[in-house]
């Protein structure tokens, strides 16, 4: 079974966004994955974590030290990970999964979109990059990507890298396909 990188945001309370994050981590637990999140217990990533445990799904966090107060250490985690910088987290997060699954969120959750796919499309890692988008959030950004595609600043190849799903359950499938 596969160990699966969730990035979603760390703000909204909305219930929807809230209830697809949930969504989220109930299919993970069911259907066997590990949840590897930020570590936080708020909005999405909370709702995210509570749900694979609820579901008996294990759940491993990765939170950098001086975000444990802001963000709510998630101190329910099978596995809670404290790090000393940001950087490290990132790496944990990235070398613990097997796939990524993206899920609306802000600019903390692009950062870290853009980065695995980025380096996907250049080859530095063959884990599937998922995009679960049910309500079209990510709309206007990847029109505008491929706007960029058609000036040339972006390669057909690198949007072909990233996968979209607009189910929970198509968004587990693509990302957990090897
Ligand atoms: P946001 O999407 O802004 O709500 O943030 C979602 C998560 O991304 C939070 O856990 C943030 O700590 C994290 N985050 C913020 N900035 C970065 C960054 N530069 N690299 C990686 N993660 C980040």
């Given at each position: 079974m596969s160990a699966i990188c969730v990035y979603c945001a760390s703000g909204p309370v909305d219930r929807r966004f809230l209830d697809l994050a949930a969504q989220l981590g109930t299919g993970l637990a069911e259907s066997g994955h590990t949840v590897v999140s930020g570590?936080?217990?708020?909005?999405m990533m909370g709702a995210l974590a509570e749900a694979a445990r609820a579901a008996g799904g294990p759940t491993v966090g990765i939170i950098p030290r001086a975000l444990m107060e802001r963000e709510v250490a998630?101190?329910?985690?099978d596995e809670l990970v404290v790090t000393e910088t940001m950087r490290e987290r990132k790496r944990q997060m990235d070398e613990r999964a097997d796939g990524f699954i993206t899920l609306p969120g802000g600019i903390g959750t692009l950062e870290e979109l853009f980065e695995t796919w980025t380096a996907g499309y250049l080859g530095m890692h063959d884990k599937p990059v998922v995009l679960l988008d049910p309500f079209g959030f990510y709309e206007p950004l990847l029109g505008w990507l491929q706007e960029l595609r058609g000036q040339g600043f972006v390669a057909q190849r690198a949007l072909d890298r990233l996968h979209v799903a607009d189910s929970v359950p198509l968004a587990i499938e693509l990302a957990t396909a090897r």
């Open positions: 570590g936080g217990n708020v909005s998630d101190l329910g985690a």
